[in-house]
């Protein structure tokens, strides 16, 4: 197809690079269509027959007439349109399925807007407040978030400062208006200069921001409208009345809904998702020393198991937990979370268990090395580690479910002594010079290295516990002894007295 | 102070309680006071007075008088003012000084905003857009960001928002418009409602939140706004009109002066963040091999060395990382970047930092523990456990320079191929028996332990190595030879063929 002269090369790489182009605009393009698919459907939809053409002629032979070409792509096109519009609304069952308060939240979202879109249907409202209604129904769209903690966050944000940027701005505009027709303006704009660039700067202040950065926007905002507006209107005081009304007229109409409708407490969110965090970990540990000492001649991948992926997103769990714990602080009373609960130690644990997460992280590197060298190191340590992993997941399963249930976490504290008595034995089983003198140092090294990340889990678990039960100490969990408690398992080591 | 009689020990419980109480109470005040200090101080000013006041009260005898009692309290609280005022004030400095792009941010923000409220003072403008100009001012204030990325993906979301919900809500109007004067306000309400909920559930979708959220927020208010409105004032075209050409105004405003006066691009912020992330591994493992091994005998504390703990913060960077790279899409050509710059590789290269940060977090927790027992065994491999360690700390650091200045990381290539032959060195060592028989095994699970993560190091760092390799390819980075290369480490062992 390409000669060899230098012409026809350059016009050939020409050619390939425009290809090159076209597939990459053909794959921006269905990118971009996979998102936001149903919305923009006609309007790229040109766009779109367009790029496959061309690239279905460059494929093709360059001489095929347009009308000869018409049929295939345009079919084409419409199987790929198909199979999009199909996968994305499979998708959005899913994320239904996953977690039906999100159909709820979405109902009452509308139930929300409907209702203080009344300010302009019914005439003696309407009456009353006029066009000022509509800041009732932008904030219903912005306040109304899907936790009760979120909403009234960012309730409370708008309303306070937007009567106190209010206030400002009536002040503003008193002084703009002693300086003359020509002098407010020039006034009025060093005002409106002077609080935005000082309220963006403040923005970047990182505790303010996590709390108070919607309300800093709603107090830039506000100060601007009114103050400018007040250049235009003299009756800058009704203007702030009406607003500060609506306003709070729309904040409470979400928040009444969020709370009184199915509410999703962020706290509980919380709450659950350090337990499940936790239990994520206990899975892991529970299988890792079957795992780990099995030998796969059975013909089966180790790979297979989703339990021993679950934990990977405990290491990414910061954000997210950041997230609920300044929601949660804005929420009331609610079940069994009282106004200042102590979110913080909640915290205090999630880091633990993430750091416990690093180090399980740091075993599944292992979990897949080199296994059949070492199958006689192992299995002379074998015992101990299984049940330290195991002993340390159940103790993690029951701390999990202490929280869940809120009862003191008496069992775990038996495994977690368990755990430890196995890092005993270990060390007997090492000093004993169990390991003859042939042993090699080489297979030493990975068998090692496991059960010395398995000490540090133990170590990190014992934390976990310790944290777990200033929570209950702290909330006064319920007390329930444990019917059948776990029996100490039978090692065949001796045993050395727990410390 | 409380007598043993029942009735006197309720009433000490019931006043202990209420210490407690204001305690908590003053707690919770000032840490409010810490975050929002300079703009709520006269709010809270009286309230804090009597906390501190009923405070008082409950440590001195209650018979005291209110006056006696008068300036103390004061003179403390005015006091403790001061103190949080000039703390808050240097914070804010020191935010500044880490940054000054913040400060330019918040002048730029303040510039944008003082632009478009000429829109309000001069005549001419006035007369064109009315009310309407209000639009421009709100959508400055909420579109103008940190980084153009951001700015353009707000601007863009918004502006096809209002396009697209202007359509339809003037679509449903004409629809409403039909159904007579009562069942109007059903129609509408109807389609708010629908549109509403669906939208909501939309924002669920994770692709679609990451890129769209804020544009299907604009296309909820947008949408109600119009749709309802059209009930009142049937000139809704107009409204779609005015309102659609103010948003272009603002969100034009915000995107020229961000682009225009000293921009800060989220592509850049990405790119200086991936290789600073790789350079603080970079250091910790070039001084962890010496802080390993090395006896603290000289009095000094190894919790001191801040460049051992600089590492801690790619271990939560993935968030950071994501928001960048999802702003820098939307970035056009700067400086070295392309429009279709590849981000995502990025983001690949910042996975597997932070997959060898998740390593070093391991090896950091090893630094501490006991040390002085096990120096004979340390010893005997501390030298090819430092060249491994010094080895790919000096491979990171020529990785992360071969980003910054986009020139192909050549030596990074041989410091790897340094740190896998010390990998081989320590094979041979172990193999060569060089343990005497009396080696006591507990010691050496420690030390093997750290060489094996080293050796995990290792293999990160070549995968590092390898992306950035093929970041090098795709963008073409410079080739410039190294001037001096770095000679091979004398290990003092027999070395083993690179493989």
Redesign the interface.
């Known amino acids: 197809m390409c000669g060899f002269d230098r012409r026809s090369m350059h016009a050939c790489m020409h050619r390939l690079e425009l290809m090159g182009n076209r597939i990459?605009f053909k794959r921006?393009t269905n990118n971009f269509l996979?998102?936001?698919f149903p919305?923009?459907f006609f309007l790229f939809y040109p766009a779109q027959i367009k790029a496959m053409d061309l690239e279905c002629a460059s494929q093709e032979t360059v001489k095929q007439g347009l009308l000869a070409r018409g049929w295939p792509p345009i079919k084409g096109f419409s199987k790929h349109v198909k199979t999009k519009v199909l996968e994305f609304f499979s998708?959005?069952i899913k994320?239904?399925q996953d977690d039906p308060r999100?159909?709820v939240?979405?109902?009452k979202?509308?139930?929300a807007?409907?209702l203080v879109?009344l300010f302009?249907?019914y005439q003696p409202l309407?009456k009353s407040f006029g066009?000022s209604a509509?800041w009732a129904?932008?904030t219903v769209?912005?306040v109304f978030e899907f936790s009760v903690g979120a909403t009234l966050g960012k309730g409370v944000n708008r309303g306070l400062a937007t009567l106190?940027a209010g206030g400002l701005a009536v002040g503003a505009h008193q002084l703009a208006n002693l300086s003359g027709r020509i002098g407010e303006?020039i006034v009025?704009?060093f005002f409106?200069?002077?609080q935005?660039?000082?309220s963006?700067?403040?923005r970047?202040?990182p505790?303010?921001k996590a709390?108070?950065d919607y309300g800093l926007?709603i107090f830039?905002?506000t100060f601007?409208?009114i103050s400018?507006?007040g250049?235009?209107d003299d009756e800058v005081l009704e203007l702030v009345h009406k607003r500060l009304l609506t306003v709070l007229i729309g904040g409470s109409t979400c928040v009444i809904i969020s709370v009184l409708l199915f509410p999703v407490w962020a706290g509980q969110d919380l709450h659950n998702l350090i337990a499940s965090n936790m239990e994520k970990l206990g899975i892991f540990l529970e299988g890792f020393g079957d795992e780990f000492f099995k030998m796969p001649e059975d013909g089966e991948s180790k790979e297979d198991r989703p339990f021993l992926q679950g934990y990977k997103s405990v290491?990414?769990s910061?954000?997210n937990e950041d997230a609920l714990a300044n929601f949660a602080r804005w929420e009331p009373r609610h079940g069994r979370f009282q106004f200042?609960h102590p979110w913080k130690h909640y915290l205090k644990i999630g880091a633990l268990t993430r750091?416990c997460a690093?180090?399980i992280?740091?075993l599944n590197?292992?979990l897949y090395a080199d296994i059949q060298a070492k199958r006689g190191i192992r299995s002379k340590i074998q015992e101990t580690c299984t049940t330290m992993s195991m002993e340390s997941g159940k103790a993690l399963k029951e701390l999990s479910m202490a929280i869940k249930t809120m009862v003191k976490p008496f069992a775990a504290d038996i495994h977690i002594e368990n755990s430890k008595s196995s890092v005993k034995n270990l060390?007997t089983l090492?000093?004993s010079?169990l390991?003859d003198?042939e042993t090699?140092?080489?297979e030493?090294?990975?068998v090692?290295?496991v059960?010395?990340?398995l000490i540090?889990v133990v170590t990190c678990t014992d934390e976990i516990a310790e944290s777990v039960n200033e929570l209950a100490t702290m909330l006064k969990f319920e007390v329930v002894e444990p019917t059948g408690s776990p029996e100490k398992p039978e090692t065949g080591q001796p045993k050395i007295g727990i410390s």
């Open positions: 990459a921006v996979d998102a936001l919305l923009i998708h959005l994320l239904g999100r159909v939240h979405s109902l979202a509308g139930l807007l409907s879109s302009y249907y309407y066009v509509m129904v932008i769209v912005v106190l303006p009025l704009g409106v200069f002077l935005a660039a000082v963006t700067f403040v970047f202040c505790q303010i709390r108070y926007l830039i905002l601007s409208l400018i507006s250049f235009r290491l990414d910061k954000t200042r750091k690093f180090r992280e740091s590197e292992h060390d090492l000093k010079g390991w003198d090699d140092l080489l030493v090294v990975p090692a290295t059960a010395s990340l540090d």
